[in-house]
């Protein structure tokens, strides 16, 4: 089934095949804005306590004002604004700025299918994202593809910013990544609230504590921990994680394909976010990312992604939502 409404002023499409509903919103960077488990009612995404705001007459020219949680496509960078062929690219980059267009490819009981595409303004590129839900499938099939237009090659960073909350996660949820390294920045964005020591280089999944102690990255606390960090993971194994809920018995999976994607962001904003605009924010991000820096310094660390003129690149994400 596929229903066409408005969330907040924002065109909407829901997706379900009776064990899932997905909401996105193709006007707002085609941001996935809920998974729902139909048959528990539980809702995997985080929510902004300030949640989903109605659309500005003007284009936001911002990534965390106009957040509102749920999953994003961050292209074509990452984390801090940076200065690239003269053109400066914003914080998180563009793609979840701007108004994405959508078809319906297929609505039937057995399958519906949604496509969603947008050109960048920055840079020469395109961006396309393809949904499926097949009846009877605890499973999201996504794939997404991105194109140089240009006939010169063109670096990018693409992520994607996937954070869990809603319903679901609590204390005593248990992440399962199989990476081998973390890193934590140089500079602390909250140090007043931050529990990892900043410019370490550690063992996945002990991070070193700013007290000298060890930490498990693997347990989630609960909000009361009043801690926010970022990480970085390197070495995957594979691409995969699974986030596991003991007292709801359900675990989300997500995997993917670790040569496109061969870090994961790490955001734990386990209720200590006290800057504006991210107050208040209780979630976890896990977030395969192609590179583990903003664009400008991961062309100069030689870890950018590059397209050759008309080259495009193609990558597939499987979402699972698993009973037991």
Not at 217 to 223: E, F, Y
Not at 282 to 305: D, I
Request: charge should be negative.
């Amino acid at each position: 089934m596929l229903e066409i409404t408005t969330l907040a002023g924002h065109r909407a499409l829901k997706l379900e095949n009776g064990c899932l509903r997905i909401v996105v919103l193709p006007q707002k960077g085609a941001d996935i804005y809920e998974i729902c488990h139909l048959s528990t009612g539980v809702q995997f995404l985080m929510h902004t306590p300030w949640g989903l705001k109605p659309p500005s007459p003007q284009p936001p020219g911002d990534f965390l004002e106009n957040y509102e949680g749920g999953w994003q496509v961050l292209f074509p960078n990452i984390n801090d604004a940076c200065e690239y062929r003269g053109r400066q690219i914003p914080f998180h980059g563009e793609a979840a700025l701007l108004a994405w267009q959508d078809e319906i490819l297929h609505a039937t009981d057995e399958e519906v299918r949604l496509r969603l595409w947008v050109e960048c303004q920055l840079t020469p590129f395109r961006l396309e994202r393809e949904l499926t839900l097949r009846q009877g499938e605890p499973i999201l099939h996504l794939t997404e593809r991105v194109t140089n237009l240009d006939r010169q090659s063109w670096d990018f960073v693409w992520c994607q910013h996937l954070v869990l909350g809603g319903d679901f996660i609590e204390e005593g949820c248990r992440i399962e990544l199989p990476a081998r390294r973390l890193t934590t920045p140089s500079v602390l964005y909250e140090p007043q609230t931050a529990r990892l020591a900043e410019g370490q280089d550690s063992a996945w999944p002990f991070a070193l504590a700013r007290d000298g102690s060890r930490i498990d990255l693997r347990q989630i606390p609960g909000p009361g921990a009043h801690s926010h960090d970022d990480a970085m993971l390197w070495e995957l194994e594979r691409g995969e994680y699974r986030v596991h809920n003991p007292r709801l018995n359900l675990s989300f999976q997500v995997e993917w394909e670790k040569e496109v994607f061969p870090y994961v962001m790490f955001w734990m904003p386990y209720g200590g976010a006290e800057l504006p605009p991210l107050t208040g924010v209780y979630g976890v991000g896990l977030e395969p990312t192609s590179a583990p820096y903003p664009l400008a310094q991961a062309v100069e660390a030689g870890l950018a992604r590059t397209l050759n003129g008309g080259e495009s690149l193609h990558t597939r994400f499987t979402i699972r939502v698993l009973e037991g």
